[in-house]
């Protein structure tokens, strides 16, 4: 199996921990957000950070992963038809357990995941000590929402981060209501 990259030139080369990103792109079966994806590798204590940070460099140099950016610079990680192909063909890679405890997990979360791949917040502190909450609704690459607040604090952009996250429809409607001035 070779590549662009010259990496991976067989089966062996490509790791378990590889093969396993590969099908857990696969089961998501949409592009997911870095931060997520680490969450869904690690939560079931299984995999070693820094192999799972190694095997998804590689994974992407190779070309079976893809990294895009969505709107707001965000990146966003899919498997590809090389990926599906090469994910085929070395399955058995991946043991019984590994494979059924992710396969549970996601199963298990899917919702969760399908949220926080679509809905997400995040804040940031500028050099002058201001603090800014984003918020956004993704719909593939593009934010469908995209709204940046400047807030008080920290204890602000934090709960409004969680707020947004646990409620970004019923938020966005209040505040369109309130810009309207309807109630």
Known sequence: ?????????????????????LRVL????????????????????????F????????????????????SMGKALYDITASGSSVL????????GGLGAAYESYITNHRDDIRKRTRIDAGWTRDT??????????REGLKAVIDLTVPVADRDDAEQI?????????????AILKTLLDRS
């Open 88 to 95: 085929n063909s070395l399955k058995y890679m991946i043991s």
């Open 128 to 137: 002058r000590g201001n603090y800014y909450v984003h918020c956004f609704v």
């Open 1 to 21: 199996m070779s590549n662009r990259s010259g990496m991976f030139e067989n089966g062996s080369q490509l790791s378990a921990d590889g093969v396993l990103i």
């Open 51 to 70: 192999s799972y940070c190694r095997c998804l460099s590689g994974l992407t140099e190779a070309g079976f992963v893809s990294r895009n950016l969505d």
């Open 161 to 173: 981060t969680a707020s947004w996250k646990n409620g970004a429809s019923e938020k966005y409607v």
């Open 26 to 49: 696969e089961i998501i079966g949409e592009a997911v957000p870095d931060d997520t994806l680490t969450e869904l590798i690690m939560a079931p204590g299984l995999v070693n950070y």
